[in-house]
Every structure is written in C-alpha cells, then in structure tokens.
C-alpha cells in the first residue's frame, strides 16, 4: 500500500503559490474594473458583457497557469532571496506576455480597437484578444523553458528571439488576413471583428494559440546555445519555422478528414457557423500540443 507523502516544503511552495495568486488575482481585479470604467460585477453579472468575461477569464487563466508553470518548474526555494528567485522571474514573465499583446494589439491589428469593442459587447473581439493573450503566454512560457536568463546578456538573447517570434505571429496573421481578403472580395479581416462574427474569432483564436503551441514545440525540440546569439536566434528562427509549417499541413489534413466537401471559408465568413470554427479551433489546437509531445525533449 502507497500514501500520499508531502514534505513540509512541498506545503511551502503551495501556499507561497497560492498567496502570489492571490494578490496577482487582486490586482487583475481593480485593473480591469478600472479599465472597465465600472463595478466588474455590475458589467459582469447585471449587464450580461459576456464580452468582458471571456476576456477577464482569459486573463485569470494567464496569470493563475504562469504562476503554477513557474512554480512547477521552480528547483529549490529559499526564502532569503525570493525577490531574484521567484518575484523577478515572474515580473519578466509577465511583462513580457503583456509586451507580446500589445505588439499583437497596437502592430498586426493596430486597425481593430480590441478594448473599445469588449466594452461593447463584442465576442469576436473577447475571442480574438483572448487568443492573443494565451497564445503569447504560452509562446513566453515556453522561451522561459528553453533559455532561461541568468544575466544580462541571456536576457538580452531571449528578448531578440521573443522579437523573432513576434514577427513569425505577425507574418501569420497577415497570410490569414491576405487570405480573408481574396475569399472575401476584398474586405478587411480587422474590419469584420467589429461586426461581430463569433465564428471568425473562435477561428482566429485557434489559429493563434495553434501557433503558439507548435512554436512552444519548435523551442522543445531546439537546443541551446547559452551566450551565443546569432546561433540562438537562428535555431529558435528554423525551429519554429518548420512547427508553424507542420502545424498548417498537418490541420490541413486533418480538417479534410473531420469536415469533408465543407467550405469552410463560406460557413464561417459568411454564415457565421460558430460549429465549424470551434471543430477548426479543436484541429489546431490538438496539433499544437501533438507537436509538442511528438517533439518535446
């Protein structure tokens, strides 16, 4: 007969855990009560902005899963030097998934005002924001796992492939936009999140956070070259490169066999069929994390 052992330790790091969760939670709280102009339960529970919701729950999950990943792959702890072990490291994760949205929201959709739209009811916009958001926590999380900065210059190197990656989301996200347009005679992908289509952002939500998983798995299977820059940048650059081009043959794939003789592009552009986009949301995110165990070391 096995028993559950923990050591006094193990009850440390949860409750250390558990108190940074909490105050992290709080403070989320008052952001986007304040962003929000209004009492979060008054926009929430009696105005119905399900919009808001979805979008506040995205941004629980980010905090509350990055702390749990951190900790989770946290060695030892010592509680004389929790500010360098614990509270700075956090404070880069963070900053730099929040970086990584705004890169999202002010270059590649700089013609979408995602947060003027939540406000305003708008689901596609939640969705599409929200997808950023995971998918840049995960992005983040996963250069944390491959290289994580001891110094200056390890963070110097880690900052150039997080621009790196950036640029790999903002190439796909104009390929998708690109490819709206010529589907669509024309029209504008940023222009249509605003006349809330669901369908398109369950959609564009998958895609991003496919993304991000096959990029996570890029940098699972990508070694590490600690001080070397230009071999660094090069390697997480082919790696990820070669899971973003996977990630879109393999869905493809896949799409063919679960949605067989379906346009696609008319069900979900046009007819706004949000059973399409999530089974296309499913396909991707499924090959995302399947890259990631098929290629994690």
């Known amino acids: ?35 929000a102009k209004k009492l979060l339960q008054k926009e929430l529970a009696q105005r119905d902005n399900f919009a808001l ?46 970086m990584g949205q705004y890169i999202h929201r002010k270059w590649i959709l700089y013609q979408f005002n995602e947060t003027q739209a939540i406000l305003k009811q708008n689901v596609c916009a939640a969705l599409v924001d929200s997808g950023m958001l995971v998918g840049n926590c995960i992005l983040v999380l996963g250069l944390y796992h491959w290289f994580t900065p001891t110094d200056l210059n390890s963070l110097f190197i880690a900052s150039v492939c997080f621009v790196i990656l950036q640029f790999l989301f903002a190439i796909d996200s104009k390929l998708r936009e690109s490819r709206f347009a010529k589907s669509n005679q024309g029209a504008s992908l940023q222009d249509n999140f605003n006349l809330a289509n669901t369908s ?63 346009n696609i592009g008319l069900e979900v552009d046009h007819q706004d069929n ?24």
């Open 200 to 262: 398109i952002g369950i959609r564009y939500a998958g895609k991003t956070i496919g993304l991000a998983l096959a990029i996570y798995a890029g940098l699972h299977s990508a070694p590490n070259y600690e001080g070397q820059i230009v071999d660094s940048v090069l390697t997480v650059l082919i790696h990820s490169t070669f899971m973003w081009l996977l990630l879109y043959l393999c869905s493809r794939l896949l799409i063919k066999i679960v949605l067989p003789k379906v």
């Open 53 to 98: 919701g979805i979008n506040y729950a995205a941004k629980v999950a980010v905090l509350c899963g990055s702390i749990s990943y951190f900790f989770g792959h946290l060695a030892t702890f010592d509680i004389n030097t929790i500010h360098v072990q614990v509270l700075l490291p956090i404070g880069l994760i963070w900053t730099y998934i929040y």
């Open 274 to 297: 949000i059973g399409i986009a999530c089974l296309e949301f499913a396909v991707f995110c499924t090959m995302g994390y399947l890259l990631i165990n098929m290629f994690s070391i």
């Open 1 to 35: 007969m096995s028993y559950l052992s923990l050591e006094n330790s193990n009850f440390f790091v949860i409750g250390s855990s558990m108190v940074l969760i909490c105050l992290a939670l709080t403070s989320l709280r008052l952001i986007v009560q304040m962003h």
